[in-house]
């Protein structure tokens, strides 16, 4: 941590400026109060202020050596009135043996600066605690940023850890139940299996390709929907469709990588698999105010007997969402009659 007087120039400036100020103060109160001749004000004020001027600078480094988190406050206390009587006996004197024997100051002015000792050793131990009192300010405002900065890095890595967990929970489903979809058509019908086999592939290569961003656009997103999608057709051909109603405009807005599986996933899982008729999953974007609205619907049996899940999915929606936009209410689910609709929110001004 630098000087903060001469780390920048603005501050190097305000220094000088508040010195000025105060020999011109002490030139008028010699003068004008204490009727001094001018000459004689003119070469006082300089001469301290000059000193302590000086002086003012080297106490940043006794002030940072003496800071609060590595010695007792009783310490620093002791420390500091030491160096005040020193400094200020060192500035008192300097000065007197600058007038008196450098410039020669002679008859009523040296009866005056010798009376005025006490009163300039006194004056010298406040500009000390004022001056130390602003270097202290500085240093723990200082700490204070990097404080700030170090817990929003935290944050940031605590959130990208938890945004990580999160999304690498998607994956494993989604290939465990490939994998069971290979297995039982090896034998039965092994020319779909291949076809699933090279059909996950590309899947697989697609998401791994991307597995460090958070974010990717809806085109790349929905690019690898339609890859596990026809893997899925692939094992139920007669009984899924698809419907896509996306307005281009929306094709290069960043989503969540990977938000909409758990979604499609559902449909097919509590749709296709629970139905004995054709399941038609529809995926189609709007905007509504400063959101872009991705809408997942899906028809369902109303009599058949749902299956019971975990609702791992759903949670990992709503917690990606809410830890990456700061908002708990990104994710709608609407289920009316035989029909099952996903409504997932992205803020356009994250974008």
Same mark, same amino acid.
């Given at each position: 941590?630098?000087n903060p007087?001469?780390n920048?120039?603005?501050?190097? !400036?305000?220094?000088?400026?508040?010195?000025?100020?105060?020999?011109?103060?002490?030139?008028?109160?010699?003068?004008q109060?204490l009727?001094?001749?001018?000459?004689?004000?003119?070469?006082?004020s $300089?001469? #301290?202020?000059?000193?302590?001027?000086?002086?003012? @600078?080297?106490?940043?480094?006794?002030?940072?050596?003496?800071?609060?988190?590595?010695?007792?406050?009783?310490?620093? $206390?002791?420390?500091?009135? @030491?160096?005040?009587?020193?400094?200020?006996?060192?500035?008192?004197?300097v000065?007197?043996?600058?007038?008196?024997?450098?410039?020669k100051?002679s008859?009523? =002015?040296?009866?005056?600066?010798?009376k005025?000792?006490?009163?300039?050793?006194?004056?010298?131990?406040?500009?000390?605690?004022?001056?130390?009192?602003? #270097?202290y300010?500085?240093?723990? #405002?200082?700490?204070?940023?990097?404080?700030?900065?170090?817990?929003?890095? !935290?944050?940031?890595?605590?959130?990208?850890?938890?945004l990580?967990?999160?999304?690498?929970?998607?994956?494993?489903?989604?290939?465990?139940?490939?994998l069971?979809?290979?297995?039982?058509?090896?034998?039965?019908?092994?020319?779909? *299996?291949?076809?699933?086999?090279?059909?996950?592939?590309?899947?697989?290569?697609?998401t791994?390709?991307?597995?460090?961003?958070?974010?990717?656009?809806?085109?790349?997103?929905?690019?690898?929907?339609k890859?596990?999608?026809?893997?899925?057709k $692939?094992?139920?051909?007669d009984?899924?469709?698809?419907?896509?109603?996306?307005?281009?405009?929306?094709?290069?807005?960043?989503?969540?990588?990977?938000?909409?599986q758990?979604?499609?996933?559902? *449909?097919?899982?509590?749709?296709?698999?629970?139905?004995?008729?054709?399941?038609? $999953?529809?995926?189609?974007?709007?905007?509504?105010n400063?959101?872009?609205?991705?809408?997942? =619907?899906?028809?369902?049996?109303?009599?058949?007997?749902?299956?019971?899940?975990?609702?791992?999915?759903?949670?990992?929606?709503?917690?990606?969402?809410?830890?990456?936009?700061?908002?708990?209410?990104?994710?709608?689910? *609407?289920?009316?009659?035989?029909l099952?609709t996903?409504?997932?929110? @992205?803020? !356009?001004?994250?974008?």
């Amino acid at each position: 941590m630098n000087n903060p007087i001469i780390n920048t120039k603005n501050n190097f !400036l305000i220094y000088s400026t508040i010195w000025v100020v105060i020999s011109l103060v002490q030139i008028i109160i010699l003068n004008q109060i204490l009727q001094l001749p001018l000459d004689y004000s003119i070469t006082d004020s $300089i001469a #301290y202020n000059v000193i302590f001027y000086s002086i003012g @600078i080297s106490l940043w480094y006794p002030t940072k050596f003496m800071n609060f988190e590595r010695n007792k406050f009783s310490k620093i $206390i002791l420390n500091h009135s @030491i160096v005040a009587l020193l400094t200020s006996i060192l500035w008192t004197y300097v000065g007197y043996y600058l007038l008196i024997y450098v410039i020669k100051i002679s008859g009523n =002015e040296i009866i005056f600066l010798e009376k005025s000792l006490l009163y300039r050793f006194i004056i010298g131990i406040l500009f000390y605690l004022i001056i130390v009192l602003v #270097y202290y300010s500085n240093i723990y #405002y200082d700490n204070f940023k990097k404080n700030i900065i170090k817990e929003y890095e !935290l944050q940031n890595l605590i959130k990208e850890s938890e945004l990580k967990t999160l999304k690498y929970q998607i994956n494993p489903h989604f290939i465990f139940n490939s994998l069971n979809s290979i297995s039982s058509l090896t034998y039965s019908e092994p020319t779909k *299996a291949r076809e699933m086999i090279i059909k996950l592939s590309d899947y697989l290569r697609s998401t791994l390709s991307t597995n460090e961003k958070q974010k990717r656009d809806l085109q790349t997103e929905l690019n690898n929907i339609k890859l596990y999608l026809e893997i899925e057709k $692939i094992r139920f051909p007669d009984k899924l469709e698809i419907f896509e109603n996306i307005d281009s405009k929306y094709l290069n807005i960043e989503i969540p990588s990977m938000i909409l599986q758990p979604l499609i996933e559902n *449909a097919i899982k509590h749709g296709v698999y629970e139905s004995d008729e054709k399941v038609v $999953i529809k995926i189609s974007t709007s905007a509504e105010n400063e959101y872009l609205k991705i809408i997942i =619907e899906n028809n369902f049996d109303n009599n058949a007997l749902p299956k019971k899940g975990k609702g791992i999915g759903l949670q990992n929606i709503k917690n990606r969402l809410s830890l990456m936009y700061k908002q708990d209410n990104l994710l709608k689910i *609407a289920k009316t009659n035989s029909l099952y609709t996903a409504i997932i929110f @992205i803020p !356009l001004e994250s974008n």
